[in-house]
């Protein structure tokens, strides 16, 4: 199994970035996807969640600015992140997990930097 994230880099407070991750190895739809942060210091934590069923849900801290998606035609799962903050700044993980998993299965991580 492997998921690989890309799309992250530098940008400026109010500023715009779209996460994209390609799970291979999984029988994609049935799979909850989601989208974890973890900043300097910090535990990880769950940004966004979309079910199999197109559920979603988000952190308190993004509601209203980040969007989760999935194209289950073509294996992909995106996070569309809005005005973005510098407290947004973190390493940004992709997460595959069906509901008997612990902690399913994880992308190696791209950060993500909001700075002036």
């Known amino acids: 199994v492997q998921l690989v994230e890309s799309g992250g880099g530098l940008v400026q407070p109010g500023g715009s970035l779209t996460l994209s991750c390609a799970p291979s190895?999984?029988?994609?739809?049935?799979?909850?996807m989601g989208w974890y942060r973890q900043a300097p210091g910090k535990q990880r934590e769950l940004v966004a969640a979309?079910?199999?069923?197109?559920?979603?849900n988000y952190a308190d801290s993004v509601k209203g600015r980040f969007t989760i998606s999935r194209d289950n035609a073509k294996n992909m799962v995106y996070l569309q992140m809005n005005s973005l903050k510098p407290e947004d700044t973190a390493v940004y993980y992709c997460?595959?997990?069906?509901?008997?998993?612990?902690?399913?299965?994880w992308g190696q991580g791209t950060q993500v930097t909001v700075s002036s």
């Open positions: 997460n595959a997990r069906l509901a008997h998993m612990s902690s399913g299965y």
């Open positions: 190895g999984i029988i994609f739809n049935i799979y909850t």
């Open positions: 979309i079910t199999s069923g197109r559920s979603t």
